[in-house]
């Protein structure tokens, strides 16, 4: 009887360590948030906002600050920064650049610890 109810604790054991892997226990996914708005008035020269990021109402600091953002037109990068420890960025825009739709994206990090910042995107017309 002994044999079997250790057999039966230690396939438990194991199955308990290997699902807590598979679902990826103890990470900690934080949602991203992009503010973005043209500088430099018309036509606009540049883009500047800011990145936040909170989890469970508390703001992250690893997921604001060195923040790669890119900013893209028609699917062409035109621009990058990284964002300074409030979050902020700047992206300069060529003033002679064409007027429409650009997308500024804060880049998925994996900061050290049991956090993953999540991608973040804002749309802006120019």
Do not use: F
């Given at each position: 009887?002994?044999?079997?109810?250790?057999?039966?604790?230690?396939?438990?054991?194991?199955?308990?360590?290997?699902?807590?892997?598979?679902?990826?226990?103890?990470?900690?996914?934080?949602?991203?948030?992009?503010?973005?708005?043209?500088?430099?008035?018309?036509?606009?020269?540049?883009?500047?906002?800011?990145?936040?990021?909170?989890?469970?109402?508390?703001?992250?600091?690893?997921?604001?600050?060195?923040?790669?953002?890119?900013?893209?037109?028609?699917?062409?990068?035109?621009?990058?920064?990284?964002?300074?420890?409030?979050?902020?960025?700047?992206?300069?825009?060529?003033?002679?650049?064409?007027?429409?739709?650009?997308?500024?994206?804060?880049?998925?990090?994996?900061p050290k610890g049991?956090?993953?910042?999540?991608?973040?995107?804002?749309?802006?017309?120019?």
């Amino acid at each position: 009887m002994k044999k079997w109810s250790m057999l039966v604790v230690a396939v438990l054991a194991v199955g308990g360590i290997g699902a807590g892997v598979a679902t990826g226990a103890g990470v900690q996914k934080v949602k991203t948030k992009v503010t973005a708005k043209a500088t430099g008035g018309d036509p606009a020269t540049g883009i500047k906002g800011k990145v936040k990021a909170r989890r469970h109402g508390h703001t992250v600091k690893k997921c604001i600050k060195k923040r790669k953002v890119v900013v893209k037109h028609a699917g062409t990068k035109v621009g990058a920064d990284t964002t300074d420890k409030k979050g902020k960025y700047a992206v300069p825009v060529d003033a002679y650049s064409e007027p429409g739709k650009y997308t500024v994206i804060a880049k998925k990090k994996n900061p050290k610890g049991p956090i993953v910042c999540k991608k973040g995107k804002k749309s802006i017309t120019l």
